[in-house]
């Protein structure tokens, strides 16, 4: 499940990154990015419910509820971005959380340097999100990580795993 919503993702990520660059318009990317956050959100929710596993449906649920926010932005125009940044923030936080629990690793959470670098890579964009809204970082720099952590973060995990099971380290 959680390989199949990683490509999804990137069905945002990629046109966000070519919005910013340039090339596309808030309405239709704002749509392809509410239709990413609407089944992120359905996905983190069958992640806790049916594949009993809450810790990978925290991580979901935050960042569907995020691109929500930013395709609402998207899509109605927001003049004012900073409340989409507070979402942002507030993501890249928890994003740094799961991190932190990823490179340690708990009782409960096997230690994976891979997720934990994922995450952190997600904190750091969700950060550089929030610095933009609030006029602070270039739509450019955001446009060109979101598209290398789109190969990191997203398809060599999601790819990684459905072709060996396994994560790549």
Not at 150 to 167: C, D, Q, S, Y
Request: hydrophobic fraction near 60%.
């Amino acid at each position: 499940m959680t390989t199949a919503i990683l490509v999804l993702i990137s069905l945002m990520w990629i046109p966000i990154a070519l919005f910013f660059l340039g090339k596309g318009e808030a309405r239709g990317t704002g749509f392809a990015t509410a239709m990413v956050g609407i089944l992120t959100i359905l996905g983190a929710i069958l992640q806790a419910a049916v594949f009993n596993d809450a810790v990978t449906a925290g991580l979901l649920f935050v960042h569907g509820i995020f691109y929500a926010s930013v395709a609402y932005a998207m899509l109605t125009g927001l003049d004012d971005m900073r409340s989409v940044g507070n979402v942002s923030l507030t993501t890249c936080i928890v994003s740094a959380i799961y991190a932190v629990i990823y490179f340690s690793g708990t009782p409960l959470i096997a230690q994976s340097s891979y997720l934990g670098m994922a995450s952190a890579g997600y904190a750091v964009l969700t950060f550089m999100v929030w610095l933009n809204a609030n006029g602070k970082f270039p739509a450019t720099t955001i446009a060109y990580s979101l598209i290398l952590w789109t190969i990191l973060g997203l398809w060599v995990p999601a790819f990684w795993l459905m072709a060996r099971n396994a994560l790549p380290f």
